[in-house]
């Protein structure tokens, strides 16, 4: 499946995995990429050291391209963490929040290309005009950090905004090939996936964190500012909750994260072996798309059934149009 996309990024399929924080470590980056997908690291709880060791790990299991998805509002040297994902090999660097002109500017010197999250059609044109080589849009469905615009009318209209420029990536509760066929419809060039790959043996997550994502129904979620301060999508538990009802005790970014970390909620990061996990309380970003897993499957099988999965749609599509009178 050929797309302006994979083009673009020297893959074989149109579909990126999200760079999760706390998620997205090197055996699912690996998993993905070499699978003919796009990997991403989530680079945004890790510290320079450990994202450095991650993006060589990444390149021991795979010489297929990746990328680098940083938390461009998070405090600390942007500059510096953009040259070390240049040396260690990474083909694309993902500004998870805001338009970093510098850091666009060194890669492009460096022939490294720049994909943004836009949530509104004018975050979308801002990136271009910074100079960003793919907008990702993504609706309110998504997992983590999220808007308001649903992705049903959102993507259409990043398409029509900035699509004769650049590629456009569709997220926000995708989660199969159907999904892949429907973007392509909207006139995007791929997706991009999280919550879908967070239920996969390579995928890190704390105990409980995979068992959640199976157990729960569409309406498992909620957008809350319970864990950062910020609009996120999250499971919804005993955590979120407390702060409908006590919204007064909410603190901007960071130090709601601060709160919540010292309250044990929060251990994004961690893995299976991390201790003290209440997953009534736990902070487990998903979107909406989670009612739709049903059990662990490897990355790479994924990346293949979204192909073919769209590959299907698109042929049944394309019958229905050769069977009209």
């Known amino acids: 499946m050929r797309t302006r996309l994979t083009e673009l990024l020297e893959v074989q399929h149109p579909v990126m995995l999200a760079g999760m924080g706390g998620v997205s470590y090197h055996r699912l980056v690996a998993a993905v990429s070499g699978a003919g997908g796009f990997g991403c690291l989530g680079a945004s709880t890790m510290g320079a050291d450990e994202m450095v060791e991650e993006i060589r790990g990444v390149r021991a299991l795979t010489d297929k391209p990746f990328g680098v998805d ?3 509002a998070a405090p600390g040297d942007m500059i510096a963490r953009v040259e070390q994902l240049i040396a260690g090999g990474a083909s694309v660097f993902v500004a998870g929040l805001g338009v970093p002109r510098d850091a666009i500017e060194l890669c492009h010197r460096k022939g490294v290309l720049v994909v943004n999250m836009c949530g509104k059609v004018r975050h979308a044109v801002a990136a271009v ?11 309110t469905e998504a997992g983590g950090h999220t808007g308001q615009v649903a992705t049903m009318p959102l ?67 909620v957008i809350s500012r319970a864990y950062t301060g910020k609009t996120c999508r999250v499971v919804g538990n005993d955590y979120t909750r407390y ?19 010292g309250d044990g909620a929060f251990h ?27 059990e662990l499957v490897p990355a790479a099988e994924l990346v293949a059934r979204f192909v073919a999965e769209a590959e299907e749609t698109l042929d049944r599509l394309a019958g229905v149009r050769a069977a009209a009178p």
Do not use: S
Not at 129 to 139: F, N, P, S, T, Y
Not at 272 to 289: H, K, N, V
């Open 155 to 221: 993507v259409p209209q990043i398409v029509d905004a900035v699509g004769d420029r650049v590629p456009v990536v569709a997220a926000g509760g995708i989660f199969d090939g159907r999904g892949l066929a429907a973007a392509l419809a909207l006139g995007a060039d791929g997706v991009w996936v999280g919550t879908r790959f967070i239920a996969t043996p390579e995928a890190r997550a704390v105990g409980g964190y995979k068992d959640t994502l199976v157990r729960i129904g569409e309406d498992g979620t």
């Open 268 to 294: 994004l990061g961690g893995d299976e072996g991390t201790e003290g996990i209440d997953p009534a309380r736990e902070f487990f970003p998903a979107g909406q798309g989670a009612g739709a897993i049903a």
């Open 129 to 139: 005009e910074a100079g960003c080589d793919i907008v990702v849009a993504q609706g």
């Open 70 to 72: 940083l938390l461009t």
């Open 243 to 261: 702060f409908e009802e006590h919204p007064d005790e909410l603190q901007p970014f960071p130090m709601q994260v601060g709160r919540a970390a």
